[in-house]
């Protein structure tokens, strides 16, 4: 079974400083790979997909992610952060192999966003 | 994409009760699934509604459990069932575009006591 993991679960950082989020995956040959963004008591909003074509995929809000299908990562990256940030991100795998195109979530990082 | 709306948004009820969630979307999409959220942590699958069927629930949920009905394209309930405090939980509608991208209602906030 596919499994997704999210080596931080805290990233404390200042406001304006660069960030990445890093999620990995157990290996597969074909997977479409999605970060999203939930912010406090609110619904999952998706930031960014990548299902094929160019590694680098950019997204809503500045994020941008890149698919690396030799260390099987997705990590999310942006240049700039701002306070509104602030949230929890979750990346997730969805493994064509099965067919089912339910999503596996990795355990999710919570960005800080500090003054 | 899809927006999608869920009714309640939140509810505290009594253990032994039940609860039925309702998911609407604004667009028929191809599938529809169901997904819970304990307290701090990340998103469980449930179970996937299928349209005209019985859904095909992951392992760890039962039908029993977490009734769930998908009349339409359009419109899902999941009930739960028999309640307990350990059903404290968000619960999630998502559904998928034919773009092979999941979008996700704002949740159902349950409080068992």
């Known amino acids: 079974a596919q499994s997704v993991t999210q080596l931080d679960s805290q990233v404390p950082v200042f406001e304006e400083a660069p960030v990445e989020l890093r999620c990995n995956y157990s290996s597969s040959v074909s997977v479409y790979l999605f970060w999203y963004v939930q912010y406090p008591n609110q619904g999952l909003q998706l930031l960014l997909k990548y299902l094929s074509g160019s590694t680098l995929v950019k997204g809503i809000n500045g994020f941008e992610a890149e698919f690396n299908k030799s260390q099987t990562s997705f990590h999310l990256r942006k240049p700039s952060v701002h306070i509104s940030d602030t949230a929890e991100y979750f990346c997730a795998v969805s493994d064509l192999r099965t067919g089912r195109r339910a999503l596996t979530f990795g355990s999710g990082t919570r960005l800080q966003v500090q003054p | 994409s899809a927006v999608i709306s869920q009714k309640p948004s939140r509810d505290i009820c009594q253990r032994g009760t039940s609860l039925t969630i309702q998911c609407q979307v604004d667009s028929q999409v191809t599938m529809m699934f169901w997904y819970r959220q304990q307290p701090g942590q990340s998103l469980t699958l449930i179970a996937t509604?299928?349209?005209?069927?019985?859904?095909?629930?992951e392992s760890g949920f039962v039908i029993d459990k977490f009734p769930i009905s998908r009349p339409n394209l359009t419109f899902s309930t999941l009930t739960v069932s028999n309640m307990s405090p350990e059903d404290s939980s968000i619960y999630l509608c998502?559904?998928?575009?034919?773009?092979?991208?999941?979008?996700f209602g704002p949740g159902t906030r349950l409080l068992v006591l």
């Open positions: 998502s559904a998928m575009t034919g773009q092979e991208t999941q979008y």
């Open positions: 509604a299928n349209q005209g069927s019985e859904a095909t629930y």
